[in-house]
């Protein structure tokens, strides 16, 4: 699966992450075509995160090589080459990034900050063609009605519903997806999955996936990662029940049942922990 594409979102290579004398990363060499869809999974601390703040810029490696969208993160990049990749990366995070005390349209106007700049951006008196693009990406996601509502007064769906709407308004060519289906229940979560893909039609998207229900729907490509390192890069029609549940399986242990699976899991990794 590393082999080099013809054209390459995303591309890594000797490349290690650390924090003070502590390893986080540690990737030999990973390949990323554009328009691929792809899944991390992991258990906690295996660099899940800290892979995805590399890929959008907030971590710089200790040491290798990695390209996103072409441009080489192993310095400190200059201060508009930055802005370009923080307007071209688009992020769905667990803690949602919204701003509480803005609307839900404020909200995915924030995606149009990388073209409205100056005293529009500041004032938050955005053009005309903006806050009407902003009303058809919060309709695409079925939320218009609740346009001039709070943030912090919707509920945890609607919420990452503005946060797909907000990509939708970004058209970014790099969606890092970090559990958007987390305390989702099942239905809100097939919802966000399908929003999130149609964000993501003419993006790469790669997904921090906790539930294995999940794999199908937003994968061609699976990446295991355990203690900072690649532990399997599949095809996600080839990922077994054995390789999520090597995965998981304690170093030395038994696995441990830290997350109730649905009756649909194979039994294999039921009693996984996948998160």
Known sequence: MNAAPSSAAIALKSLACRAGDRPLLAIDELVVAEGERIAIVGHNGAGKTTLLRLLSGFMQPAQGTAEVLGRALEGPLPAAALRVLRQEVGQVLQGLHLVARLSALENVLIGSLGRVTGWRSWTRCYPPQEVAQAETSLHAVGLLAHARTRADRLSGGERQKVAIARLLMQR??????????????????????????????????????????????????????????????????????QDLADLYRPEGGTEQLLWQAPSSTPSAIRSVAFR
């Open 172 to 241: 970014p060519r790099l969606i890092l997806a970090d559990e958007p289906t987390a305390a989702l229940d099942p239905s809100a979560a097939a919802e966000v999955c399908h929003l999130l893909l149609k964000a993501a039609r003419q993006a790469t998207l790669i997904t921090v996936v906790h539930n294995p229900d999940l794999l199908p729907m937003l994968a061609e490509r699976v990446i295991g990662l355990k203690h900072g390192r690649i532990a399997f890069d599949l095809p996600q029609a080839k990922v077994s029940d």
